[in-house]
Each structure stands twice: as structure tokens, then as C-alpha cells.
């Protein structure tokens, strides 16, 4: 095959050189103004000078805006970040304030007994439903089998006393030694007794054994302590009647009852004691 020859290769050569600049030429047209007067010169200058650098120059400027709305978005994700924390923070003092001025409207109610209003110190998370550990001891008078009430109802008994702080055993523990006696008002304005004997976890409700088991008792009845039997007064709120459990001969011999709302979560509670006469 015969070889071309040198001065055939330079020839080449030139014609794709001008061909390729042609085409470059052509597709940059679109972007250059339509001026007859422009040299050949002006467009080799803005096809390989200003183009590129103008090019790079928005490349650059499109690459400090993106960063710039970036910084911008991590800064606003921040402070969303610190605006639902503070709307955590002052939901919960909300709370804490609500639990405080109820406290005050009950107390309004204990003026015939000792009680002692008290911070919750401790609550562990692997004996939630079992104790709670408050800041009130022997310095302030609290005694063994005091009830422990929030600002809705009865909650726990005192368990243990230190000389600043107690336990609280909960009234839905599965440890509860202590019975509550308790009394249940009936539709015909009498009342019946029972005793609060523990805690049905699958019911979520406290069991009462009623002493008179020809009464009856109808769902949503209110249960308060009756005051015997125990270190504490009569008329503190336990619960609402949810169910009763008939015997073999359809008399009611147990009811089971809901306790207060607020069960699982409180920072308050008043120690409520009999007065030392």
C-alpha cells in the first residue's frame, strides 16, 4: 500500500485542523452577536478565551451558590432543632405548672389531714410500675403507709422513709403488701365497703373485694378511700368502677377498678397522713 508523503500528511493534517475548527466555529455561532463587522480573530478569541473563562467563571458562581444554600439549609435545620426543643421544653414546664395549680385546688381539700407536697426524685425505668422515690422523709414528718396522691388521685403507699427522701410503692406494683380499704357509692345513696387487694395487669385495673356482696354496683362509680385501716384519711380518689365479676349464684363479689390518669407520669405528688391529735 503506497505511503502518503510528507508534504500529503501536512496537508491532511491542515484540512481536519480547519474542518474541526469549522464545526467549532459553527456550533458557537448561536452564542456570539451577529455582527459582520467581527474579525476572524474575535471569534477565535471568544471561542477559546472569553467563552470558557465566562463558562468557568458561572461554573464557579453556581458552585459558591450551591454551597452557600447548603450552609444556609444545615443553619435552618439547626434552628428547628432548637425551636422543637424548646417547644418540648415549654410543653413540659406547661405540664409541670398544670400538676402544681391542681395540687393547689386539691389541698383546699385536706385541711382535716397532714400533707406534705413533694418533688419525684426518681422513677427507674426498669421497675416503672413498681416504685418511685420522693423528696420528703422523717424531716418532714412521713411515715410508713401514708397515702401518696397526684393532683388526680391516689397513687402509691409510703414503702420506706430515709430522713429527706421515702419510696413510694405504686399502687399497681405486683408488689403491693399493704391492702387499701376503700368505699363505693351506690345509685340508692348508701355506700359499700371493700379493700383494694392488688393490680390485674391484663385488665389494667385495681382488684376490690367488696365486703357486702349483695350490692350493687354500677360501672363508673367513683372509689375513695374510706379512711379505715390505714395511715391516712377517707374520701382520697382511687378510681372509676370498670367491671364486676359475678359469683356462681350471680352475686357481684369483685369489682375492678381504673386508676387515675396520670398514673404513668408525674412529677408532683402530696403525702396525705392522718393528724397527730
Known amino acids: 500500500m503506497k505511503r502518503f508523503t510528507k508534504l ?18 459553527l456550533g458557537l455561532r448561536q452564542n456570539v452577536m451577529t455582527n459582520p463587522g ?19 467563571g458561572n461554573a464557579v458562581s453556581d458552585l459558591s451558590n450551591l454551597w452557600h444554600v447548603y450552609d444556609d439549609n444545615v443553619y435552618l435545620n439547626e434552628q428547628l432543632a432548637i425551636q422543637r426543643s424548646y417547644q418540648t421544653m415549654y410543653q413540659d414546664e406547661k405540664n409541670r405548672n398544670q400538676e402544681l395549680t391542681d395540687m393547689l385546688d386539691m389541698q383546699g381539700q385536706l385541711e382535716d389531714a397532714m ?16 416504685t418511685v422515690t420522693i423528696s420528703a422523709g422523717k424531716n418532714k414528718g ?5 397515702l401518696v396522691s397526684t393532683s388526680q388521685g391516689a397513687v402509691g403507699l409510703i414503702e420506706h422513709v430515709e430522713t429527706a427522701t421515702s419510696t413510694v410503692r405504686l399502687l399497681v406494683s405486683s408488689k403491693l403488701h399493704n ?22 395487669t391484663s385488665r ?12 350493687s354496683v354500677t360501672n363508673g362509680a367513683q372509689v375513695a ?14 378510681g372509676t368502677v370498670t367491671d364486676t365479676v359475678m359469683n356462681d349464684d350471680a352475686i357481684i363479689s369483685t369489682i375492678y377498678v381504673r386508676p387515675v390518669a396520670n398514673m404513668q407520669s408525674f412529677n408532683y405528688v402530696t403525702v396525705i397522713g392522718n393528724k397527730k391529735s
Open 8 to 25: 500529503q500528511r501536512v496537508l491532511i493534517s491542515m484540512i481536519v485542523v480547519v474542518i474541526v475548527f469549522g464545526c467549532i466555529m
Open 38 to 56: 467581527y474579525s476572524a480573530w474575535t471569534y477565535i478569541k471568544y471561542g477559546l478565551i472569553d467563552y470558557p473563562m465566562t463558562s468557568i
Open 115 to 130: 400533707h406534705v407536697n413533694c418533688t419525684v426524685l426518681e422513677r427507674p425505668v426498669q421497675s416503672w410500675d413498681e
Open 142 to 146: 412521713i411515715e410508713e403507709n401514708m
Open 179 to 200: 391492702n387499701i380499704a376503700v368505699e363505693i357509692p351506690l345509685d340508692d345513696g348508701t355506700s359499700v365497703e371493700g379493700v383494694l387487694q392488688g393490680y390485674d
Open 204 to 215: 389494667k385495673a385495681y382488684i376490690v373485694n367488696l365486703f357486702d356482696h349483695d350490692a
Open 225 to 238: 378511700t374510706s379512711g379505715k385501716g390505714g395511715n391516712y384519711p377517707g374520701g382520697i380518689y382511687i
